[in-house]
């Protein structure tokens, strides 16, 4: 066998994912605690140790790559001119390059934001604001305000192109790195967040695996290539998109719910379906990631049940309300517990689903009727996922799951939410290995080999067909 060894260096466990290159299978897995802040290397060893008895103790590896979310992941803090305009655009960059982001701000920064920001100790700020050749005001405001506050991260610039220079200039004084990169929004209602995203990667290889302490694996690793969030991002577009010789899967989505986030990825246009439908807004990026914070399985489980409606969660979970509260007051005590009877996974599996439902409504875009001189006209805000195709769940619940394609199936278009553009119908499969940032690694190096790999470890996926539950 020719071998490739994909790395993720998480925040609580280092996970190896060796691949056979060629059948593009994965042959053997292992972990190990992370260990960020001592030394990287020893969750690292002891996973390489775990991998030994599953290749008959051959570790000679072409590639070795990894992708690292350690120590909470990158840190950023997104600034923009309007929000639903640059601010938005550059919220979309930073979430689309891996980013964990803290806070969005718009408009020009007080004493109160910048104290803000200075407590979330960010690891880069991506600052835009106006359209090439217009509103330069805000941008060289904000400029001076992180020049004078203090920090030292890296600054991506990513605003108007002419005060650009002007903005590096005054940032160049005190910040470690300052790196110029094109407008988010160039022309209004234009979106031009690939830049952006190519510059956070490279700040990420450049500085924050330093920082992150992981640069201190480099002997076992080729290259530390990206944030683990872009990883996965990544995977999902080679998928979905294909390669110059392979197809791919066509327009799909991917739901990952953790303890602390659930994460959604879509790779599709998501342009208006019917003609009927005007478009309003800022356009939305082929390949788009949204990270719910308050939907947490663990960490937020309360937050759930809230939005979903007690009686509503209840109901779905088969619990009366006593029996519902006790488990949340269990979770709010431990957030690393594990459901070990048939009502505790009711109750696991309720919330994995209203999750599902809520995050992907919040990542979908709706309709909306506004009134014309000529009568009611359709209006789409966001994007339209009615055509995705397929549905890949990830994340602990999903894979310990007996019924991960019940979770899943709220990710469908339902009467609970009639005018969210989600799924109308879709397949649903399960990334059992956790492979997706293995693909994305992998694509970078060797592109048809990745995507079969990906095609392989979905192989045992199920049609599902039809309206997703209340």
């Not at 910040?175 to 234009?190: D, G, K, Y």
């Not at 431990?334 to 439902?357: C, G, M, Q, S, Y």
């Not at 939410?417 to 397949?427: D, E, N, T």
Request: net charge negative.
């Amino acid at each position: 066998m020719t071998l490739a060894l994909l790395i993720d260096f998480g925040s609580t466990y280092t996970k190896l994912r060796a691949v056979d290159l060629q059948a593009a299978k994965i042959v053997a897995s292992a972990q190990g605690p992370s260990m960020v802040k001592t030394d990287i290397n020893i969750g690292l060893d002891a996973a390489l140790e775990a991998l030994k008895p599953q290749l008959g103790k051959r570790l000679n590896f072409k590639y070795r790559l990894a992708s690292s979310s350690a120590a909470g992941g990158l840190r950023m803090i997104t600034l923009g001119l309007v929000p639903d305009l640059t601010a938005k655009a550059a919220r979309q960059a930073a979430l689309g390059a891996g980013a964990k982001v803290s806070a969005t701000y718009s408009f020009e920064l007080t004493l109160a934001d910048l104290a803000e920001i200075i407590a979330s100790e960010p690891d880069i700020v991506l600052l835009s604001g106006g359209t090439d050749g217009g509103n330069r005001k805000v941008i060289v405001h904000n400029a001076q305000m992180i020049a004078n506050s203090g920090l030292t991260c890296p600054v991506v610039i990513a605003g108007n192109r002419s005060a650009a220079d002007e903005v590096a200039a005054i940032l160049s004084a005190t910040q470690t790195r300052v790196i110029v990169s094109e407008n988010v929004m160039p022309r209004h209602l234009e979106l031009n967040i690939e830049p952006a995203r190519e510059a956070i990667r490279q700040v990420f290889i450049d500085h924050i695996i330093h920082a992150k302490g992981i640069d201190q694996a480099q002997a076992s690793v080729d290259a530390v290539l990206m944030p683990t969030p872009a990883a996965v991002l990544q995977g999902a577009q080679l998928l979905a998109d294909g390669t110059r010789d392979l197809t791919g899967l066509g327009p799909l989505l991917v739901v990952d719910i953790g303890g602390a986030t659930t994460d959604v990825h879509s790779i599709c246009d998501g342009l208006p379906g019917d003609s009927g439908v005007i478009y309003h807004g800022l356009a939305e990026p082929h390949a788009k990631r949204t990270v719910e914070g308050d939907l947490g399985m663990r960490h937020t489980a309360r937050n759930i049940v809230h939005e979903t409606g007690l009686q509503v969660f209840a109901d779905d979970a088969g619990l009366d309300p006593l029996e519902l509260e006790t488990m949340l007051a269990r979770t709010d005590g431990d957030v690393e517990w594990l459901p070990d009877n048939d009502r505790e996974r009711k109750f696991d599996r309720a919330l994995a689903r209203a999750a599902t439902r809520l995050a992907v409504t919040r990542h979908a875009g709706h309709h909306e009727t506004v009134y014309s001189a000529h009568g009611p006209v359709t209006l789409q805000r966001g994007k339209d996922l009615n055509e995705v195709e397929t549905i890949i769940g990830t994340g602990g619940v999903l894979v310990h799951s007996q019924d991960a394609h019940a979770i899943l199936s709220t990710a469908l278009a339902g009467p609970d939410a009639p005018l969210a553009l989600r799924p109308k119908s879709a397949k649903m499969v399960v990334d059992k290995d956790y492979a997706l940032y293995a693909c994305g690694l992998l694509s970078s190096v060797a592109p048809d080999i990745a995507l079969r790999l990906g095609l392989n470890m979905l192989h045992k996926e199920e049609a599902c067909h039809g309206v997703g539950s209340a």
